[in-house]
């Protein structure tokens, strides 16, 4: 079974940059397609990036130009590279991995293995 363990979170001033990370264990990691998700209370889970097996990347228009999504399959390990960050980016960030049949796996339904999330706040 797979294991998604993210981390990189933190409390970062609007205009930073962080880098958030989620490291695969207990299975093969290339097969997967991953996804990034984030999450605030009391709101639905909602879709931030998407990275297939062939490296092909998807991105919500709130983050496009901004975020880049990326993975190292020799390290398993995906990454969120996130540039300019603004206060309403504030929530916790859920990594995922799936096999979806379709393309952009935008939806929680398309990702079966989900991490614990990392929490990320932009201060005004």
């Known amino acids: 079974q797979v294991r998604l363990v993210e981390s990189g979170g933190g409390l970062v001033q609007a205009g930073a940059s962080l880098r958030l990370s989620c490291a695969a264990s207990?299975?093969?990691?290339?097969?997967?397609?991953m996804g990034w998700f984030r999450q605030v209370p009391g709101k639905e889970r909602e879709f931030v990036a998407a990275i297939g097996r062939t490296f092909i990347t998807n991105y919500a228009d709130s983050v496009t130009g901004r975020f880049a999504i990326s993975r190292d399959n020799a390290k398993n390990t995906v990454y969120l590279q996130m540039n300019s960050l603004r206060p309403e980016d504030t929530a916790d960030y859920y990594c995922?991995?799936?096999?979806?049949?379709?393309?952009?796996?935008?939806?929680?339904?398309?990702?079966?293995?989900w991490g614990q999330g990392t929490q990320v706040t932009v201060s005004s």
């Open positions: 207990g299975g093969t990691f290339s097969p997967y397609g």
């Open positions: 995922a991995a799936g096999t979806p049949s379709s393309w952009p796996p935008r939806l929680t339904s398309d990702f079966k293995y």
